[in-house]
């Protein structure tokens, strides 16, 4: 029986085919496709694809990312199921990442590291319990002081705008007031609906609250071991790229929250003096509220450095106001072409604009919570990306090592 794919010429005419591969002349199996260069290619003599090459190469790289997409459609549908238990572990993360060179240095002295965990997370309670508590005296302190200026500035501006050449009257001005009034009382509800989001997402305050911080805990003490059971969920030949994709994301993330924190205080040393010499009565609690809301990438600025533009106009005047205005902005532009390159370097290298972009999705997906997240995201699933694409990881061992533990550069190699 001749089989289909029997050749005229002798089997030692065939390369790399021996005497006890052929009966009569026949092959037991047929060519296999040539592979050249990672590409295969059908046998001599095969029908040739009715496609076109380019729509094979498109639909094959098409199904590939349509698989992808399922796959972060997938992902993000459990993030947002499961949000009460991931927005506090997201913010546990970076408070570890916040706290762990604090704890690392205390540890090098000889502190005993439970001891080292429990002044780092004080000194954290300390801190941002004082700068809120500050800023409610303060608040309180001029909040008289506030009401007489504001009123006195408001008569000032009607008179102005009716002396103007606007020409403003009384009737119109009430209009225009009004409607000022309904903007900012549409915006305070979206803001206190966002307010009351995280709080539904945190699964309420204070069960998010405990959950942030046990969490916060076991990470400070234990976070090698956890890494270690993360990185073996994964296949064997996988865990050398997952372990070196991790230490650098890690050493992205704490560069990046030691880079916010000097960013923040930047901001509102500069912004405070401004207010300071403007005579605001608001100053420090302006510098506080700035400082917070700094970690809050773009948005945080915008909305820290509106508020700041309208308690100097209702306060003081429009040419207060203006300088100001003027004030923030050079505040800000001296952070990003300055401050950002100078302190941050080569640890997160993320473009301005997408910081921009992922700010705005990160808000427009889930709110502040989104906003707060999108840019250490961004910044530590780029430079993941990047090593694991880099191919350094098959010089690494298979057993995991300790991404949170790690103090290596995220951009050196493991």
Known sequence: MKLPWRHDRSPSSE???????????????????????????????AAP???????????????????????????????????????????????????????????????????????????????????????????????????????????????FLRTSPLQLTDAEFNQYVGQIGSAVKNASQEIISGVAAIGTVAGHLLTGGLLTLFATIFLLIDGRGVWHWVVKLFPRAA????DGAGL????????????????????????????????????????ILVFLASFIPVLGAIVTGALAVLLAL???????????????????????????????????????????????????IAGIPGALFAVPTAATVNVMVKYVASGRWRARPEGPASAIEASASPLQAP
Not at 20 to 43: C, F, K, M, Y
Not at 99 to 126: E, F, K
Not at 338 to 359: E, N, T
């Open 239 to 242: 865990r050398p790229a997952i």
């Open 49 to 159: 694809s009715p496609l076109p090459a380019g729509m094979v190469i498109a639909g094959a790289w098409g199904w590939r990312l349509l698989v992808v997409a399922g796959c972060l459609a997938l992902a993000g549908w459990l993030i947002a199921t499961l949000s009460e238990i991931v927005v506090p572990l997201l913010i546990a993360i970076l408070i570890c990442a916040l706290l762990q060179p604090v704890v690392r240095a205390l540890s090098r002295r000889r502190v005993p590291h439970w001891l080292s965990i429990v002044i780092a997370l004080l000194a954290l309670v300390v801190v941002v319990g004082g700068l809120l508590v500050l800023v409610v005296v303060q608040i309180r302190a001029g909040a008289s002081d506030l009401t007489t200026k504001s009123l006195a500035s408001y008569d000032a501006l009607r008179q």
């Open 314 to 364: 209702a306060v003081a005047g429009p040419v207060q106001a203006l300088i100001m205005l003027g004030g923030v902005l050079l505040v800000h532009l001296l952070e990003a072409h300055v401050l950002q390159p100078l302190v941050m370097g080569g640890a997160v290298r993320v473009h301005p604009l997408a910081v921009v972009f992922s700010v705005a999705t990160g808000s427009l």
């Open 15 to 45: 390369p790399g085919v021996s005497e006890a591969q052929a009966v009569d002349g026949d092959l037991i199996a047929p060519p296999r496709p040539l592979s050249l260069g990672g590409e295969t290619r059908a046998p001599a003599g």
């Open 248 to 287: 650098a994301g890690w050493g992205t993330l704490t560069s990046f929250v030691r880079v916010q924190v000097v960013v923040a205080a930047a901001n509102a040393v500069g912004i405070g003096l401004f207010a300071f010499f403007l005579g605001l009565p608001l100053a420090i609690p302006i510098a």
